[in-house]
Every structure is written in C-alpha cells, then in structure tokens.
C-alpha cells in the first residue's frame, strides 16, 4: 500500500519539517508523545495528519500521518517488492512474493517471445502451454494472492492479473476448450479476434506502467516495454504480418531479462550474494494530473 495518501486535498510529499517539529529532535513522536512522556495525545494539527514529512539531524525520520519511521525501515520503490511507491515495511511476517512471481512472469514470457521470434525455425508455440498453466498462471497468482496479504495492491493486481493472462492464453491451445476449433476455416477472423485479445492486455499494461513513472528504471521498463510487446503482437495479429510479431517477440525476449533482472532485485542482498542489483531512481516531483 502506497504511503502517499490523499486527504482534504493535501497530496504532496513533503522535504522539509517545520522549525516547530525539528526542534524536538530524535524522541519526538507524532502521536504527540516524547519516549519519557506518556501524558497522552496533544492535539495533533489536521494538516499533520494529511502530510508526510522528514526530519531528524540527517532527515533519517519520516512522519507519516501520526506514525514515526527511521528511513531504512521503509521499502523504496522497487521492482524486487512490486511497489511503485514509498511504503512502510508490512507488519504480515512473510517472505517477499515479489521475486516468485517475476521469476514465473519471466521464464513463460522468454519461451514464448523465443517462439514469436522464430528463433530456430520454431512456429509452433504449443510447447509453451506447460509453462503458461502452471508456471506463468498458477504459481503467479499464488504470488500475486500474496501480496494481498502483504497490502501490495500494485503488486497483488500485477501478479494475478498476468497469471490469468497466462492461464487464458494457454486455454487457447488446448482442444478441451474449443477455442481454436470455433475457427476452423475462419483465420482472419481468428487473428482479429486474438488482436483484440492482445489489445486489450495491452491497454491495460500501459494503466499498469502509469502507476511507475515515480519508481525505478528497470521496474517502468518492465511494464512499458510488456505494453509494448502487446501492442507489437496485436498489430501483427491484426494485420497477419509476421515481421510485425517477430518484432513484438524479441521485444519480449528483452522484457524477459528485465523481469528476471526485478526479480533478482528481490532475492540478492549481502549475505548471500557479491552481486547486487542497484535501483535508478526516476525523478520525482509533487505535479500530479486528476482526471
């Protein structure tokens, strides 16, 4: 769950601490409270409880609403955590889906986008129906249901969403379910059909990677690039040209390795690797646009 909460109009993330709130220095709690002192609650401004601001010698505390955080215990934005915003470290005490559910995002897009490619003469992608079941589909929702638990939105809506992809897209090449024999003798309607099909994932992606542009590098890449592909493949469908979803498949080949990249972000750190992966912050700014 972002951090950046919308109340009586005030969005904005705040850099500095009001001279007033400074000088209280480390002990100060927003509750109005210092460490020695439980006389309880004094009044707390209603524009306190709207803000997020910083403060300490070294700004290493950050005030969100009337709850006090030391910097490092806040997960920054991050493909590693699925979080495209600054949130506090959830008080569910489980593992970190995150890195599962890129790992399985990843490995069933690569085969496919091999598949697109035409990598090796392949043009028939049914091998890849194993994977987007079970992989790319089960396993991802189960990750994505755990961010749910997490109080991940992005994440949880992220996960489960592209799980279902995977497990509709594999249903299309299975006879059980009739899809591709409803076509016979039809394949121009079938391409259309699974251009609009493509069209609407892509449309949904670039919602998705929207919701990045204050993250990291590689997390908005992820999903710009995955919208990309989708809309490479629906035009390629929709126009029965192959070069067209040769090029949406090795744009996803390269969407792969950035999905692996995110998930590696998630699993490395300094026991147990020599070997990290460092975000690149994207700027950031309190301009935002209602629609």
């Avoid at 001279?19 to 006389?39: C, F, I, M, Q, V």
């Avoid at 994505?144 to 992005?154: C, D, H, R, S």
Wanted: glycine residues 10%; charged residues 15%; hydrophobic residues 40%.
């Amino acid at each position: 769950m972002s951090i950046q909460e919308e109340s009586s109009g005030y969005t904005a993330f705040e850099n500095h601490v009001s001279n007033h709130d400074a000088d209280k220095g480390e002990n100060y709690h927003p509750y109005g409270l210092t460490d020695n002192d439980d006389s309880g609650p004094r009044n707390p401004s209603q524009e306190s409880l709207c803000k997020i601001y910083t403060g300490g010698a070294n700004n290493e505390y950050i005030y969100i609403g009337r709850q006090k955080f030391l910097r490092e215990q806040l997960t920054e934005a991050f493909g590693g955590t699925l979080n495209p915003g600054l949130a506090p470290t959830s008080v569910h005490r489980f593992a970190n889906p995150a890195p599962l559910g890129l790992s399985a995002f990843a490995l069933t897009t690569f085969v496919l986008s091999m598949f697109n490619s035409k990598a090796q003469g392949i043009t028939t992608p049914n091998v890849v129906v194993g994977l987007a079941m079970f992989y790319g589909g089960v396993v991802q929702i189960i990750a994505g249901i755990w961010e749910v638990a997490l109080e991940n939105t992005f994440g949880a809506t992220a996960l489960c969403s592209y799980g279902g992809f995977w497990l509709s897209f594999g249903s299309i090449y299975i006879p059980w379910f009739g899809i591709l024999d409803a076509y016979t003798d039809k394949e121009s309607e079938l391409g259309n059909a699974l251009g609009f099909y493509l069209l609407g994932w892509c449309i949904f992606t670039f919602g998705l990677s929207v919701c990045t542009m204050k993250s990291t590098v590689m997390f908005f890449a992820l999903f710009f690039l995955l919208g990309v592909t989708f809309l490479l493949l629906s035009i390629g469908e929709f126009s029965g040209e192959s070069r067209v979803t040769r090029a949406g498949g090795i744009l996803g080949v390269i969407v792969a390795f950035i999905a692996w990249y995110n998930a590696y972000a998630g699993l490395a750190n300094k026991q147990n690797s020599y070997i990290l992966a460092h975000p690149f912050p994207l700027p950031d700014n309190e301009k935002v646009l209602h629609i």
